[in-house]
């Protein structure tokens, strides 16, 4: 919520937008993907990929968003960011598709520790 009057567009995975609009953002400002969907933003092309999670975090809410992972292009980079998703078979699909990846940024959490995330 502290983001929403200091950013222009928002790109979301599908059914985020909601929660978004809820917090005040327009819906105008808001662009919801699917995976392997892209977008350009300026000199940036965003491009949804797949991602391995369970949406909801209430008793009836599964399934009504989805996760998603990034792909983010410029003239010169590709970046990879994973996004909160397990471990699976779809990174291994992105790596084939948009690959190789200048930078990656990998969700890592220690299940070990009560769930407390690395940086």
Request: aromatic share 14%; with cysteine.
């Amino acid at each position: 919520m502290k983001l929403k009057n200091k950013v222009l567009a928002f790109y979301t995975p599908l059914g985020v937008g909601t929660h978004l609009e809820e917090w005040g953002v327009e819906k105008g400002r808001i662009t919801e993907l699917d995976w392997w969907e892209e977008v350009n933003h300026e000199n940036l092309r965003l491009i949804s990929t797949s991602a391995q999670h369970f949406s909801g975090r209430g008793v009836s809410d599964r399934g009504a968003t989805m996760w998603a992972s990034w792909i983010i292009q410029s003239e010169n980079d590709n970046i990879f960011f994973s996004g909160d998703s397990g471990y699976g078979e779809h990174f291994k699909e992105i790596g084939e598709k948009f690959g190789p990846f200048d930078f990656a940024m990998m969700e890592c959490v220690n299940t070990m520790n009560s769930g407390k995330r690395f940086t």
